[in-house]
């Protein structure tokens, strides 16, 4: 992956979430769009991280349990994403805190990336 790659990803995914939450705002008794977005970043984090999990597996390599806290946590989020989806429970302070997290983790990616260059897989 290129570096501009990265980079217009990474702010293609930033402005979805500043979209999403700007839209949500508006309608603030309704957190499915914020939920619907978890989902898919948590889906998108768990399919990329399962690709990894086939390599570690293939190589026989072992990874440490801190390796997978960040896939983990994605399917913690894919899971009380689908709940709110289906209507289970609402939880909608904690997916806001969910989309500003995310958002936050991508404007980061999005200043990294802008300064510095680096060389990408």
């Known amino acids: ?3 501009s790659l990265f980079t217009t ?3 293609l995914g930033f402005a979805a979430h500043v979209v999403a939450g700007l ?3 508006r309608r603030i ?7 619907g977005v978890n989902l898919i970043v948590a889906l ?10 086939y390599a570690y ?9 801190t390796d997978q806290l960040f896939p983990m946590f994605a399917v913690l ?9 289906a209507g289970w429970w609402t939880l909608a302070g904690l997916h806001w805190t969910v989309l500003a997290l995310h958002g936050l983790v991508l404007l980061g ?3 990294y990336a802008g300064f510095f260059r680096m060389k990408m897989f």
């Open 77 to 85: 989020v894919a899971s009380l994403a689908t709940g709110t989806l």
């Open 23 to 25: 839209v949500a705002w």
């Open 109 to 111: 990616a999005v200043l």
């Open 1 to 3: 992956m290129s570096n």
């Open 57 to 65: 597996l293939a190589d026989g390599a072992e990874r440490n349990i």
């Open 29 to 35: 008794g309704d957190v499915r769009l914020v939920a």
């Open 9 to 11: 990803l990474a702010w």
């Open 44 to 53: 998108i984090i768990v399919g990329y991280w399962t690709t990894r999990w």
